[in-house]
């Protein structure tokens, strides 16, 4: 542990040599991979092993080959990037590999510091900052959606042109009709059209078709991982609910990511009977708290069943025109509309997995997510299971207060003992 | 009544309907919104919320421009009688000229069927047809760029300056589309365009600079709103233009208050733009009063710039009566009389109600103006006060070319200093010492005055050295002090102001930080008084 922290420290000061810190951080995810595929954790499952080693790479990929890569945001239709050997680094992921290397406050102070709102969501603080320190590497383009949140647009815009990169929103409606449909899929023909530029390279459709493919073939493994989770539960780790954002969103088409629900869906059906309470999480996980960290790891007291933004659209896309299908997958994503709509995905969700409570950690500057709480609440009393709201940053450390959460945990976990 | 929030709403349509169909311009808050939905959403939306509940608007128009919009939706969802939440594409082109035209017809059709009235489309083409243009003006102007703002703080603004102050911000520049020349034979085709088509706020993908070019401007006041994120992205990009530019930020009901008035008259006069209203008078003697959150402070000079005298008494409750004591006292100092004084100039937060001032001038002004008297060479001004911290930037003739200011909370201040004082139970001189042995590296995770006692308070729990607390603390207001540093950007000379300046830890920390020295004058809380007993005596 004193060696990672040591390493950290040097990494957080040599920000201002912005090509050593670069190769710092590379250095470190190199590692890392290596470390996992070899010495991963024996006291996690095969599967979320697998999961952990397969992350460690999609970050490599694009941290490693900057000229192959573009920037992208969580809901990026990152399959036309997969048909053509992109690799996408996903602004998310980025910034939580920071808070992993415990460089989040200084590139958080850097963003403010820069005159970026201190109420943004730090996220996307952190990846700005690192832009700002110039640590990022620079990639060939930069892709986002006006889905699922405020934040992505102007961010990719920033950064987009102070790396002098060519950059594309896609504006999904929220309202479902032909004109959306079309309007959306006209968009993903002109990203093809940008990439085969920027990658001076022809688009292949047929492997698109190939990459759908496999991404149903994902869903319907993640669909019967699902109907198991009401009664067995693979004991996890928050990172691991985490990383599952990789495998559920970015890298979703990729044969490693198919590979890890196949391996994912035989270790529930050999995996114990649940007998702990089983928690639910909407919107994300406290991955670096350590009042979660002691109830939830490794099922030691209470088990993660999982949470919501990792089942935001488990369906089939369209495979005879993959680019419509993909429209529709992205207008119909559960974010992407009103509560109703939200709300009445997520229970049917909730109905599946059948959780003793469920919790909302209200992640800083997330007005999407945290302007629902109070919405959650009331339908979450009608259905009679124990909610908690807690309100905190999962990524800048410094924005939770360890004691008063751990009061509100421990509270809610006591009503959910005496039930 | 039907309400709406946005300007791309389509306000004519409603305007059919309804004549009074009323854009929502929120003024009064109250704690409805925080039951309703989490704090930290956009202060804007919360204020809305509350405006519509309050008031009984039963009838709402909302765009989904932007996720605090989106979930006042669906917080209103079911409490009114009407309510149409209208899609708003992000790009502009064909595609989406028609998906908001569809939407638009969407939303006649909703009302017809709620209200049983008939969309009379001769009266909406008479509506646009009648449409009064606005062009904007040639002259050299103080845009107003950024989120929304009431316009009676346009109005405000416009009475503090003496040339013209332009309302650009987001809600604003409806003003000035195009609606006369019906290019298409659908009227309402003709107004979705023109509406997607005006100049582009922050959520859209189009790009806003075009717009600057046809101003002249003078300088940029950059509104944000707490908890809207959108048009910091803006103003970090524009703060690197040549354009002097002022950010502020508010709770959009608050835009009023005193603190936004200190920044707005500070900016003015730093663009030599303030109308000001001030009285010389014949006399050998000038007075500048400081009269801050912690301490009242007075500087008398004579008419060679001389230092005649001062005084530094705590401000009390009463900030008239501290400023009376003040004075009497730094005339006793003097050996002088009231009439003696030619001209008294006050600043800080109390500079308004000082009866015995002749004009007042802001703190930013005048810490610029004491800071170069005593030496040409500082840049930079680092004011950590009891209330507020301020890093301003000087040119080389001691004009203020820039500024910044903390939040209106405490964090990083002399009171954060104060609370952790009384919590660590040791004298205020005892957390000024320059910690040097390093003992354990503790680390004050919280800004917060009141997370950051709590925090203190368990680490006293734990048995940590009170020495490794204190120093954990100043590093802490240091590394708060830098991070506003850092948004001005580092120029030596430096010179630290205030109270805190007198806290040799916080100094040394910042020293440390920025590898640089700072100049602390012998007496750091006068700074500002004599800045504005410079500007009596009419430097």
Same mark, same amino acid.
């Not at chain 1, 815009?157 to 929103?169: E, G, V």
């Not at chain 1, 995905?345 to 919790?359: L, S």
């Given at each position: 542990?004193?060696?990672?922290?040591?390493?950290?420290?040097?990494?957080?000061?040599?920000?201002?040599?912005?090509?050593?810190?670069?190769?710092?951080?590379?250095?470190?995810?190199?590692?890392a991979e290596?470390?996992v595929s070899?010495?991963g954790d024996r006291k996690v499952l095969a599967s979320h092993r697998y999961l952990n080693e397969i992350c460690m790479k999609y970050m490599?990929?694009?941290?490693?080959?900057?000229?192959?890569?573009?920037?992208v945001n969580i809901f990026t239709p990152t399959e036309?990037?997969h048909?053509?050997?992109?690799?996408p680094l996903f602004i998310e992921a980025y910034s939580s590999f920071m808070s992993g290397?415990?460089?989040e406050?200084?590139?958080?102070?850097?963003?403010?510091?820069?005159?970026?709102?201190?109420?943004?969501c730090s996220f996307h603080?952190a990846?700005?900052?690192?832009?700002?320190?110039?640590?990022?590497?620079?990639?060939?383009?930069?892709?986002?959606t006006?889905i699922i949140c405020?934040a992505n647009?102007?961010?990719?815009?920033?950064?987009?042109?102070?790396?002098?990169?060519?950059?594309?929103?896609?504006?999904v409606?929220s309202?479902?009709?032909?004109?959306?449909?079309?309007?959306?899929?006209?968009?993903?023909?002109?990203?093809?059209?940008?990439?085969?530029?920027?990658?001076?390279?022809?688009?292949?459709?047929?492997?698109?078709?190939?990459i759908v493919k496999i991404e149903n073939k994902t869903n319907e493994y993640r669909r019967k991982y699902l109907s198991y989770l009401s009664t067995k539960v693979c004991h996890s780790i928050m990172s691991f609910e985490m990383f599952m954002l990789f495998t559920s969103h970015v890298f979703m088409g990729r044969p490693e990511t198919l590979k890890y629900y196949q391996k994912l869906l035989q270790d529930i059906k050999n995996a114990p009977e649940r007998s702990k309470k089983g928690i639910f999480f909407i919107h994300l996980v406290p991955m670096w708290e350590p009042s979660f960290q002691q109830y939830f790891n490794l099922g030691e007291n209470y088990d993660i069943l999982g949470s919501d933004l990792n089942y935001d659209f488990i369906g089939k896309i369209?495979?005879?025109?993959?680019?419509?299908g993909i429209?529709e997958k992205l207008i119909g994503t559960t974010y992407n509309g009103d509560f109703a709509k939200i709300s009445s995905h997520i229970t049917k969700i909730i109905d599946i997995v059948k959780p003793d409570g469920i919790i909302q950690f209200c992640h800083w500057g997330c007005k999407q997510s945290i302007g629902t709480a109070n919405l959650y609440k009331n339908i979450l009393k009608e259905k009679g299971i124990p909610f908690l709201i807690v309100d905190g940053d999962i990524m800048d450390k410094?924005n939770n207060?360890e004691?008063?959460i751990n009061t509100r945990l421990e509270a809610f976990l006591e009503i959910l003992e005496s039930r | 009544?039907?309400?709406?929030?946005?300007?791309?709403?389509?306000?004519?349509?409603?305007?059919?309907?309804?004549?009074?169909?009323?854009?929502?311009?929120?003024?009064?808050?109250?704690?409805?919104?925080?039951?309703?939905?989490h704090?930290n959403?956009?202060?804007?939306?919360?204020?809305?919320?509350?405006?519509?509940?309050?008031?009984?608007?039963?009838?709402?128009?909302?765009?989904?421009?932007?996720d605090?919009?989106r979930r006042?939706?669906d917080?209103?969802?079911?409490?009114?009688?009407?309510?149409?939440?209208?899609?708003?594409?992000?790009?502009?082109?064909?595609?989406?000229?028609?998906?908001?035209?569809?939407?638009?017809?969407?939303?006649?059709?909703?009302?017809?069927?709620?209200?049983?009235?008939?969309?009379?489309?001769?009266?909406?083409?008479?509506?646009?047809?009648?449409?009064?243009?606005?062009?904007?003006?040639?002259?050299?102007?103080?845009?107003?760029?950024?989120?929304?703002?009431?316009?009676?703080?346009?109005?405000?603004?416009?009475?503090?300056?003496?040339?013209?102050?332009?309302?650009?911000?987001?809600?604003?520049?409806?003003?000035?589309?195009?609606?006369?020349?019906?290019?298409?034979?659908?009227?309402?085709?003709?107004?979705?365009?023109?509406?997607?088509?005006?100049?582009?706020?922050?959520?859209?993908?189009?790009?806003?600079?075009?717009?600057?070019?046809?101003?002249?401007?003078?300088?940029?006041?950059?509104?944000?709103?707490?908890?809207?994120?959108?048009?910091?992205?803006?103003?970090?990009?524009?703060?690197?233009?040549?354009?002097?530019?002022?950010?502020?930020?508010?709770?959009?009901?608050?835009?009023?208050?005193?603190?936004?008035?200190?920044?707005?008259?500070?900016?003015?006069?730093?663009?030599?733009?303030?109308?000001?209203?001030?009285?010389?008078?014949?006399?050998?003697?000038?007075?500048?009063? *400081?009269? $801050?959150?912690?301490?009242?402070?007075?500087?008398? @000079? %004579? &008419?060679?710039? #001389?230092? +005649?005298?001062?005084?530094?008494?705590?401000?009390?409750?009463?900030?008239?009566?501290?400023?009376?004591?003040?004075?009497?006292?730094?005339?006793?100092?003097?050996?002088?009389?009231?009439?003696?004084?030619?001209?008294?100039?006050?600043?800080?937060?109390?500079?308004?109600?000082?009866?015995?001032?002749?004009?007042?001038?802001?703190?930013?002004?005048?810490?610029?103006?004491?800071?170069?008297?005593?030496?040409?060479?500082?840049?930079?001004?680092? *004011?950590? $006060?009891?209330?507020?911290?301020?890093?301003?930037? @000087? %040119? &080389?003739?001691? #004009?203020? +070319?820039?500024?910044?200011?903390?939040?209106?909370?405490?964090?990083?201040?002399?009171?954060?200093?104060?609370?952790?004082?009384?919590?660590?139970?040791?004298?205020?001189?005892?957390?000024?010492?320059?910690?040097?042995?390093?003992?354990?590296?503790?680390?004050?995770?919280?800004?917060?005055?009141?997370?950051?006692?709590?925090?203190?308070?368990?680490?006293?729990?734990?048995?940590?050295?009170?020495?490794?607390?204190?120093?954990?603390?100043?590093?802490?207001?240091?590394?708060?002090?830098?991070?506003?540093?850092?948004?001005?950007?580092?120029?030596?000379?430096?010179?630290?102001?205030?109270?805190?300046?007198?806290?040799?830890?916080?100094?040394?920390?910042?020293?440390?930080?920025?590898?640089?020295?700072?100049?602390?004058?012998?007496?750091?809380?006068?700074?500002?008084?004599?800045?504005?007993?410079?500007?009596?005596?009419?430097?």
């Amino acid at each position: 542990m004193k060696a990672i922290e040591i390493y950290c420290n040097f990494i957080k000061k040599n920000l201002d040599n912005p090509s050593f810190a670069k190769k710092l951080i590379n250095l470190g995810i190199g590692v890392a991979e290596k470390y996992v595929s070899y010495f991963g954790d024996r006291k996690v499952l095969a599967s979320h092993r697998y999961l952990n080693e397969i992350c460690m790479k999609y970050m490599r990929e694009s941290l490693y080959n900057p000229e192959r890569s573009a920037w992208v945001n969580i809901f990026t239709p990152t399959e036309i990037f997969h048909a053509m050997g992109v690799f996408p680094l996903f602004i998310e992921a980025y910034s939580s590999f920071m808070s992993g290397f415990f460089i989040e406050d200084v590139l958080i102070d850097k963003a403010e510091a820069a005159g970026i709102s201190n109420t943004l969501c730090s996220f996307h603080k952190a990846f700005i900052g690192a832009g700002e320190y110039g640590i990022l590497q620079k990639p060939k383009m930069a892709v986002t959606t006006s889905i699922i949140c405020d934040a992505n647009l102007n961010t990719f815009r920033y950064l987009a042109k102070k790396y002098d990169i060519p950059f594309y929103i896609i504006d999904v409606p929220s309202k479902s009709s032909e004109n959306a449909v079309e309007y959306v899929k006209d968009q993903l023909v002109e990203i093809i059209q940008m990439s085969e530029d920027v990658f001076s390279q022809k688009f292949d459709i047929d492997k698109l078709g190939e990459i759908v493919k496999i991404e149903n073939k994902t869903n319907e493994y993640r669909r019967k991982y699902l109907s198991y989770l009401s009664t067995k539960v693979c004991h996890s780790i928050m990172s691991f609910e985490m990383f599952m954002l990789f495998t559920s969103h970015v890298f979703m088409g990729r044969p490693e990511t198919l590979k890890y629900y196949q391996k994912l869906l035989q270790d529930i059906k050999n995996a114990p009977e649940r007998s702990k309470k089983g928690i639910f999480f909407i919107h994300l996980v406290p991955m670096w708290e350590p009042s979660f960290q002691q109830y939830f790891n490794l099922g030691e007291n209470y088990d993660i069943l999982g949470s919501d933004l990792n089942y935001d659209f488990i369906g089939k896309i369209d495979t005879s025109d993959p680019l419509k299908g993909i429209a529709e997958k992205l207008i119909g994503t559960t974010y992407n509309g009103d509560f109703a709509k939200i709300s009445s995905h997520i229970t049917k969700i909730i109905d599946i997995v059948k959780p003793d409570g469920i919790i909302q950690f209200c992640h800083w500057g997330c007005k999407q997510s945290i302007g629902t709480a109070n919405l959650y609440k009331n339908i979450l009393k009608e259905k009679g299971i124990p909610f908690l709201i807690v309100d905190g940053d999962i990524m800048d450390k410094r924005n939770n207060q360890e004691g008063q959460i751990n009061t509100r945990l421990e509270a809610f976990l006591e009503i959910l003992e005496s039930r | 009544m039907i309400g709406y929030v946005c300007k791309y709403a389509p306000a004519k349509v409603l305007e059919v309907f309804d004549k009074d169909a009323v854009r929502i311009d929120p003024k009064i808050r109250t704690d409805t919104a925080e039951s309703l939905v989490h704090p930290n959403m956009c202060s804007f939306m919360k204020a809305v919320l509350e405006e519509v509940l309050e008031n009984n608007i039963d009838e709402l128009v909302l765009t989904n421009c932007c996720d605090s919009m989106r979930r006042l939706y669906d917080v209103l969802k079911g409490k009114l009688q009407f309510l149409y939440m209208l899609d708003l594409p992000v790009k502009v082109n064909n595609t989406s000229n028609k998906i908001f035209y569809d939407e638009i017809c969407s939303l006649i059709s909703a009302y017809e069927r709620y209200s049983g009235k008939e969309f009379d489309m001769d009266k909406f083409t008479e509506l646009l047809k009648n449409h009064k243009e606005k062009s904007l003006p040639d002259a050299e102007l103080i845009a107003v760029f950024g989120a929304r703002l009431r316009p009676d703080v346009i109005d405000n603004i416009q009475k503090r300056s003496n040339i013209k102050v332009q309302n650009l911000t987001c809600t604003a520049t409806d003003k000035y589309i195009k609606l006369k020349n019906l290019e298409d034979q659908d009227p309402i085709l003709h107004y979705a365009k023109t509406l997607l088509n005006s100049f582009p706020c922050m959520r859209m993908a189009e790009e806003r600079p075009e717009f600057l070019k046809d101003i002249k401007i003078k300088g940029i006041i950059y509104n944000t709103i707490k908890f809207c994120d959108f048009y910091s992205y803006e103003y970090a990009a524009l703060k690197n233009l040549d354009v002097p530019t002022l950010k502020i930020e508010t709770d959009y009901t608050d835009t009023d208050s005193g603190q936004i008035k200190t920044r707005v008259d500070a900016f003015l006069e730093s663009l030599g733009s303030r109308r000001i209203t001030g009285v010389n008078k014949e006399g050998k003697y000038f007075a500048g009063v *400081d009269s $801050g959150s912690t301490s009242t402070n007075i500087v008398i @000079l %004579d &008419n060679n710039k #001389n230092i +005649v005298s001062y005084s530094i008494v705590p401000t009390g409750a009463m900030a008239i009566d501290s400023a009376k004591k003040a004075y009497e006292i730094a005339l006793k100092r003097a050996g002088l009389e009231k009439e003696d004084i030619a001209n008294v100039v006050s600043t800080g937060y109390g500079r308004v109600g000082i009866p015995f001032a002749d004009k007042q001038v802001t703190e930013i002004t005048c810490h610029g103006k004491g800071a170069f008297y005593f030496d040409k060479d500082i840049r930079t001004i680092i *004011d950590i $006060g009891g209330q507020d911290s301020k890093v301003i930037r @000087l %040119d &080389n003739e001691g #004009n203020v +070319v820039d500024f910044v200011m903390n939040d209106k909370c405490s964090a990083g201040t002399g009171k954060f200093l104060e609370v952790m004082a009384r919590t660590l139970e040791v004298p205020i001189d005892e957390m000024a010492e320059v910690i040097t042995d390093s003992g354990e590296n503790i680390k004050i995770t919280s800004m917060c005055t009141v997370f950051a006692e709590s925090e203190v308070i368990s680490l006293i729990a734990q048995n940590k050295d009170k020495k490794d607390i204190i120093h954990a603390l100043n590093k802490a207001v240091a590394s708060k002090g830098v991070v506003l540093l850092d948004r001005v950007g580092r120029k030596g000379k430096y010179m630290m102001t205030g109270g805190v300046a007198k806290n040799k830890g916080v100094v040394s920390e910042i020293e440390n930080k920025i590898e640089d020295k700072i100049r602390i004058p012998t007496e750091p809380q006068i700074i500002g008084a004599l800045g504005a007993a410079i500007l009596a005596l009419g430097d």
